[in-house]
Nanobody
Framework: QVQLVESGGGLVQPGGSLRLSCAAS????????MGWYRQAPGKERELVAR???????NYGEAVKGRFAISGDNAFNTVYLQMNSLKPEDTAVYYC??????????WGQGTQVTVSS
């Protein structure tokens, strides 16, 4: 089992920045990918960004050029640097990590609100 703890959400003005963190504990040797998803009220959960061992990344179209995902050297903590935030980025952000095969794990979610 892997447990995920997220931090860093909050209220920010449009154009501002936030950095989310997600730390894993437990069977962290099994982690192959780390990522972030988000879900706004009334909308489906969508991919924000993902990174796999070796450093390859991919991003949702809505955040390309504004957000950056990174992982620590031990590959058990993932960060999401969010810049040039827009009101439409308001959502609950969920950390997601998983093995090469099999089911992944989810964090409890952290609220990000972009509003003036």
């Amino acid at each position: 089992q892997v447990q995920l703890v997220e931090s860093g959400g909050g209220l920010v003005q449009p154009g501002g920045s936030l950095r989310l963190s997600c730390a894993a504990s437990g069977k962290i040797f099994s982690i192959y990918y780390m990522g972030w998803y988000r879900q706004a009220p009334g909308k489906e959960r969508e991919l924000v960004a993902r990174i796999i061992r070796g450093g390859s990344t991919n991003y949702g179209e809505a955040v390309k050029g504004r957000f950056a995902i990174s992982g620590d050297n031990a590959f058990n903590t993932v960060y999401l640097q969010m810049n040039s935030l827009k009101p439409e980025d308001t959502a609950v952000y969920y950390c997601n990590m998983g093995p090469l095969s099999g089911a992944g794990y989810w964090g409890q979610g952290t609220q990000v609100t972009v509003s003036s």
